[in-house]
Structure formats: structure tokens, C-alpha cells
């Protein structure tokens, strides 16, 4: 057993953890970041779920399908013949693979630069306060930290009725790695990962059933734009089944039969070849606190935090999926940077309200603040300024002219309290909303902004306009 003195050990190395390894290394203070991550060849990679099997594997094979479907559907709108179209999932998967290898090596390059040191193995917070760390080899030794960030993530949520079975009932890392295209592909939960992992198998030619439990498509999004999302996701040829109870799963020889309660409707069922289970994560403390840490979980397991993420016991902060708040790399990252600046006694602050989410289909989804439906029910009274993409010339030029940007804005102060956008790159499009907001900027100031032409932007300029029933290159609805 060794005894070291760190400054900071964090535990985890996904976004949060290894961005707030890299800030407090920056803030001078001496480092180390123990992650567990085992990739499905049993090689470690720091990055974890988001690097290794979330956020970055999914865009690209995001971003690879939607290249095949646009060669098959839309190529041909521009004059563009691509006679014998073929798809190498392997090498798409390759691709996907090497993008990934890319990014999580880059950690290992960043840590070494700014001195973190990386530490694959698994970390454990003692009751002393101290840090027992177990290496790849099952060698053990104790850290000593003046703080400790806990930020060990989520893991995806399993259903009794359908379990993992690694081959044909996946999570989303499993769905990530099909082998081939499933003829029929079920997806349990039409969430964020639902939706984006069942456009990526349409796509590429599967036939996908989504089955939700909720009545209501996206009801975290303003119900405007998932309408519109909705009618978009069914062009595509993605079957939603909502209000619908996973029930059982026969699993035969040569498919599976989902069995599922539809409220109205009573039973219904239908056949698959591979299910993806999507219906949200959890966070993930598994080993990790032992007894007596003095860290405290809540009802649904997560760790226990104040505003600035820090937990029960003063020296020890948590950050990332594994706190309270939306599940989302952005969110951990910039709890990183606040928890590494408060330890390095610097003031440090995290702006809750101003989290943009953004849902990678296509169209992409991309909303920050409030949506109407919640400032109704808070009685907050606002004017609406929205603009299509079909009146937007940049996107007519993509083939993209689908979708909306919409803005609340205060009724008398003009304060801009959410911006929802479905449509082409909604997910860049978001950024200026969310600066604006951050600066608590007015309708006003986004209209009074020049926007270059022709750009997907000039459609947050025209909504902002519309606030005011002044957009100039669409008939304005009433204001108010
Ligand atoms: P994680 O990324 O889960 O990292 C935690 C790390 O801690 C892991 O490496 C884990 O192995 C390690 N660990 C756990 N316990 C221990 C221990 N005891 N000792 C040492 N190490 C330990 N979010 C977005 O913002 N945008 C997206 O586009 C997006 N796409 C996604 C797509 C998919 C398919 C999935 C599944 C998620 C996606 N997310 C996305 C969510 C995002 O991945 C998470 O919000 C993010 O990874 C959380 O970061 P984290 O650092 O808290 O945890
Ligand atoms: P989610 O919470 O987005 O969606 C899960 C869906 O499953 C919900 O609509 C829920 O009503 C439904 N559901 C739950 N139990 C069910 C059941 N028994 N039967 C049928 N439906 C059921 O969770 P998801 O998609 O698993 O994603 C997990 C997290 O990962 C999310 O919180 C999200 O923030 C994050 N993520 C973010 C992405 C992004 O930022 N673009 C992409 C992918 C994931």
C-alpha cells in the first residue's frame, strides 16, 4: 500500500470528470483521475459513456447514415445520379470506431500536457476520506486528496420484461454495433436515444417500431415543434406507439414478439429481429462509496448535492449524471470547471436555466429555457415570435426547408425566456439563443443584430423579429 497527496482525485473520467481533472491541474493544483472504463475488447480508454459509447459514436453513425439516406432520397433532387448505392457497415462501423479512438486518445494526450495523472482502475471513497484505488492488475493502493470528485456517470436503465441479452435485446452501446442492418427493429422509448438510434437504422433500411409509454411525443419539448418533429419522424418511416406498455417478449428461434398493452386500443403486438431498450439511465455509484463515506443518495440513487455539487461531506464534491439535472456531457463538463474552480478557492457558478438540449435527428431538435407550456402553467406572460425554415433561403439551398425557429419572449420586458428550433442544425443553431440568454438578452437585441445572408440564422433573426410582428420575408402572425 502507498500513500500519496493530491490535490484533487476525481473519480471518472467521462466529461465531467476529465474536465474537471484538466481545470484543476490548470488551477495548479496536483491531480489524478481514476477511470474504470473497459471497452467491449477489455482495453481501457478514458472518455467514458460519452466518448466510448454515447455522444460521439452516435453522431457518427449519425452523421454516416444520414449520408446514405441523402444518397438514396435526395442526391437525385440535385441532378446527382449514384447508380449501384451500396452500404459497408463494417466500414461504417470502422469509421465510427476510429472516430472514437481518436477522441479518447486525445484525453490521454490532454491529461499528459496539463499533468493529470490518468489512472485506469477503480476508485472508491474510504470513510477516512481517503481514496482506495485498484489498478488494471488488482494492485491497490490509497490516495490522499484535499478533495475528491466523485463523477462515476450513468448506466442504461434494464426492464424485467426484456433484458440484455448482448445479441438481440441491446442498449444503446449494443445498438451502436449491429453486425447488419435488422430487417424489423424494436425500440423500446421514443427519449433522446430512442429517437436518435432508431433514425440511424431507418436509415439505413430498417423498418423501426418505437413503443412509449407516455401518451405525449416529447413532453420536455414545446409540444409546437414536437408536432412538427413528430410529423417529420413519420415521413422517415419511424412507426411511434405511444401511450404503449411493454408487456413480454416471446423470444423465437427466428424473431422476437413484443407483446404491448396500447391505452386506448387494449393488446397489440408485433415482430422484431433486434429490440434496443431505451428508456432512460441511472446513475452509477456501484463499489464506489463504502460504508460510513458520510455521502448520501437520494430516493432514485443519486448523489446528494447543492447547487455548487457539493455533498454531504465538505471535502468531497459529485459531478455529471451521477447528481441531480439533465443527462447531458455539457452539463457535467461545466460542473467540472465549477467544482475545480471552487476547490482552488475561486468564486464559481453554474447557470441551471440556461442548458441547451438538443436531439441529433433530422431534423435535429435543439431548445433552451423555457417552452410555452411552462410559462403558461407559471403564469408568466410572453409574446411569441416564430419563423419557418420553407421562408429561410439558406435552407430551401440545403433540401432542409423543414421546421421552425420559435422565441418567448417576456410580454413587457422583452426578455428572451426560451428558444425552441426544429430544423436544419438546430443543434449549432441553439448556440446564439443560448448566449443571448446568458446575457440576458431582449427579443429585441437578436433583431437588432445583423445575421449574414443567406444563413440557417437569419431564421433566429426573423423569429425575433416576429416577436414583434415585424419579420420581413414572412406574413407575421398576430403578436401577442
Ligand atoms: P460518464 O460519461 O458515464 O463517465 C463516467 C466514467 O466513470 C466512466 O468511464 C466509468 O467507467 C467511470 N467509473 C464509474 N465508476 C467508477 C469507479 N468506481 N472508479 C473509476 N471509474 C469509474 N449527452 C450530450 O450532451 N450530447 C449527446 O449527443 C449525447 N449523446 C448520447 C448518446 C448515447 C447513446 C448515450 C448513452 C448518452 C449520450 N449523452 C449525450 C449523454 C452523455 O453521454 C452523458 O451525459 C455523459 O457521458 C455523462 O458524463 P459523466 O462524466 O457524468 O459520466
Ligand atoms: P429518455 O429519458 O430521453 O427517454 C426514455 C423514454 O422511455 C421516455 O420517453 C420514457 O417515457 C420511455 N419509457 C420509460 N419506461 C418505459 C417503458 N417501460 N416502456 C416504454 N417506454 C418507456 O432516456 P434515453 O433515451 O434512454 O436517454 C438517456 C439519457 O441520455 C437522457 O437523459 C439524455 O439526456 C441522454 N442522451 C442525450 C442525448 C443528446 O443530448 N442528444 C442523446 C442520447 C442520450
Redesign the pocket.
Known sequence: MTDESYGVVVIGAGPAGYIAAIRAAQNGLRTACIDSWKNRDGSHAFGGTCLNA??IP?KALLESSELYHRAQEEFKLHGIGVGGLTLDLKAMLERKARVVRTMTGGIAQLFKANQVEGLPGTGRLLKDGRVGYTDLQGKTSTLTARAVILATG?T??E?K?APFDGERIVD?WGALEFDRVPKRLGV??????????GSVWARLGSEVTL????PTF???VDAQVAKEALRQFQKLGLQIELA???VSVDRKKTALTLH?EKTPGGEASCEVDRLIV????RPYTGNLLEEGSGIECDERGFIRVDDHCRTARKEVYAIG?VVRG????HKGEEEGVMVADLIAGKNAEMNYDVIP????TAPEIAWVGRNEEELKKAGVPYRVGSFPFSANGRARALESAVGMVKILAHQTTDEILGVHVVGPMASELIAEAVLAMEFRASAEDIALTIHAHPTLSEAMHEAALSVDGRALNAINRKAG
Open positions: 454515447g455522444c452516435s450513468s442504461p436503465i426492464l420484461v444503446s423500446i422509448g421514443a427519449g433522446v436515444i430512442g429517437l436518435e438510434l413503443i412509449e409509454a407516455l416529447l413532453p420536455m404503449s406498455k411493454l404491448y431505451a428508456v432512460g439511465r449524471d439533465p443527462m447531458l456531457a438540449s438538443v436531439i441529433y
